[in-house]
C-alpha cells in the first residue's frame, strides 16, 4: 500500500514525539542496565549494610574504631599479610583521597588494619610520613571476622571469593561499600565525595 506524502508527514511527526519517550523507558529498564555515573556506585553495595562490632557504645551515640575517628565517614583498607608495592601505592592514595576531599576532608578518616606482624615495620614509617592516616594493629578479631563475611557474600555463588580489602563506612560504623583489591582509586573518590556531599546536605538546616 502506497502512502500518501501527508501520512509520511504525519508518521515522521508521531516518531519524532514518540522516539525520546520510547528511548527513557528502554534506559529505566532493568533489560537496558543504564545508570549515569552521577548515580552509579563504583564500589560493590553491602545490602544491608552491616555494622562492625566495634567498641562500646558512647554518649554521643557513636562508637570508635581509631581514636579521633567518632561520627566520621571511614575508608577502611586491610592490609595483606604481606604488603608488597601494590599495598603500599594502595595506602598513599589512600591520603590523596583524603586531600582530595578538600573542605570535607574533616568528615573523612582514613583507618587501616594491619594484623599483621611483618607490617608492623611499614606501619611505622608510613606513620612517620603520613601523620593523618589512623593504622590499627592487630585489630579486633570480630572485626575482621565481620569483614571475611561480607567478603563471603558477596562473592557470587560457586565463584572464587573476592578479593575485597577497601571498605567505605558510614559515621554509625555500618560496612556499605565494599572495593576488590584492584580497584582504581578514582573510582573509590568519586564514590566518597558523593557520600559526604550527600550528607552534608542532611545536615544543612
Known amino acids: 500500500m502506497n502512502m500518501t506524502r501527508q501520512q509520511v508527514t504525519l508518521l515522521g511527526i508521531f ?3 514518540l522516539a525520546p519517550l520510547l528511548l527513557v523507558m528502554l534506559m ?4 537496558w542496565g543504564y545508570q549515569p555515573d552521577s548515580l552509579r556506585n563504583f564500589g560493590q553495595l ?3 549494610p552491616v555494622q562492625l562490632p566495634v567498641g ?3 554518649p554521643d551515640g557513636h562508637r570508635s574504631l581509631a581514636p579521633g575517628t567518632e561520627g566520621q565517614w571511614l575508608l577502611l ?3 595483606p599479610g604481606d604488603c608488597d608495592r601494590k599495598c603500599s601505592d594502595d595506602i598513599v592514595s589512600f591520603r590523596q583521597i583524603h586531600r582530595a576531599a578538600g573542605r570535607q576532608a574533616e568528615y573523612l578518616s582514613i583507618v587501616i588494619l594491619n594484623e599483621n606482624e611483618a ?3 611499614l606501619q611505622s614509617r608510613i606513620e612517620s ?8 594493629a592487630h585489630p579486633p578479631a570480630e572485626t575482621l571476622a565481620t569483614l571475611a563475611r561480607i567478603n563471603t557474600d558477596l562473592t557470587p555463588e560457586k565463584g572464587v571469593p573476592e578479593n575485597i580489602r577497601t571498605y567505605v563506612v558510614d559515621p554509625m560504623l555500618n560496612v556499605i561499600l565494599a572495593y576488590r583489591a584492584d580497584a582504581n ?3 573509590i573518590n568519586k564514590d566518597l565525595k558523593r557520600l559526604l556531599t550527600w550528607s552534608k546536605q542532611d545536615k544543612m538546616p
Not at 529505566?28 to 533489560?31: N, T
Not at 610520613?129 to 590499627?136: A, K, P, R, S, V
Open 119 to 121: 607490617g608492623s615495620a
Open 56 to 58: 562500646p557504645l558512647q
Open 46 to 48: 553491602v545490602q544491608p
Open 15 to 17: 516518531a519524532l514525539f
Open 28 to 31: 529505566r529498564s532493568s533489560w
Open 185 to 187: 582509586p578514582n573510582d
Open 77 to 79: 583498607y586491610v592490609m
Open 129 to 136: 610520613i603520613y601523620q593523618e592516616l589512623n593504622f590499627i
